[in-house]
T-cell receptor
Framework: GAGVSQSPSNKVTEKGKDVELRCDPI?????LYWYRQSLGQGLEFLIY????????KSGLPSDRFSAERTGGSVSTLTIQRTQQEDSAVYLC????????????FGQGTRLTVV | AQKVTQAQTEISVVEKEDVTLDCVYE???????LFWYKQPPSGELVFLIR??????QNEISGRYSWNFQKSTSSFNFTITASQVVDSAVYFC????????????FGGGTRLMVKP
């Protein structure tokens, strides 16, 4: 499809395990964002990639969270040693550039840590 | 730092009523963008509108209209003649030119339109 694709759509993991969430942005979009949506915190920015520049990691809540973007396209968000408070919907978005144009969102990955 | 406040956490209306969703923002930047997104039960955020800080002209798109007032730092959203399909969570968001395109979201307003 032409939209932002995220996988898996749902993930249940045991506390302490590592998880990887994947995002396929819209082809040609240079900017990619990760957000987290949880009941207590609303929608929070996590990390931002723009082209080949160093990512803006200012929103990552702890050093257990990391993300990479390979070849300027697909991105993977990794959460190590998951905790119950990591349970949330993780949303990926992409936009054509960084000039405050519309961001297109995927349907998210619902992560449940048990 | 930026902040967006949506004071109404939940609104319930009957179909065909008009409804206004409030959004108040805070930023020290003079160049910024304001957005509204709709999140239906499917979960995907759907873009509705973007407005830059230099354009205070109100906009109408079908049953949707937006009122941007810099003097009160507000960017309110009105749905005229609401329909059941308008039921969703609506988010107001802000981004500033010097911070890439990352969005600062309000807490969202859940709109329930009853038949």
């Amino acid at each position: 499809g032409a939209g932002v694709s995220q996988s898996p759509s749902n993930k249940v993991t045991e506390k302490g395990k590592d998880v990887e969430l994947r995002c396929d942005p819209i082809s040609g979009h240079t900017a990619l964002y990760w957000y987290r949506q949880s009941l207590g915190q609303g929608l929070e920015f996590l990390i931002y990639f723009q082209g080949n520049s160093a990512p803006d990691k200012s929103g990552l809540p702890s050093d257990r969270f990391s993300a990479e973007r390979t070849g300027g396209s697909v991105s993977t968000l990794t959460i190590q040693r998951t905790q119950q408070e990591d349970s949330a919907v993780y949303l990926c978005a992409s936009s054509p550039d960084s000039w405050n144009t519309e961001a297109f969102f995927g349907q998210g990955t619902r992560l449940t840590v048990v | 730092a930026q902040k967006v406040t949506q004071a109404q956490t939940e609104i319930s209306v009957v179909e065909k009523e008009d409804v206004t969703l409030d959004c108040v923002y805070e930023t020290r930047d003079t160049t910024y963008y304001l957005f509204w997104y709709k999140q239906p039960p499917s979960g995907e955020l759907v873009f509705l509108i973007r407005r830059n800080s230099f354009d205070e002209q109100n906009e109408i798109s079908g049953r949707y209209s937006w009122n941007f007032q810099k003097s009160t730092s507000s960017f309110n959203f009105t749905i005229t003649a609401s329909q059941v399909v308008d039921s969703a969570v609506y988010f107001c968001a802000l981004s500033v030119v010097n911070a890439g395109n990352m969005l600062t979201f309000g807490g969202g307003t859940r709109l329930m339109v009853k038949p």
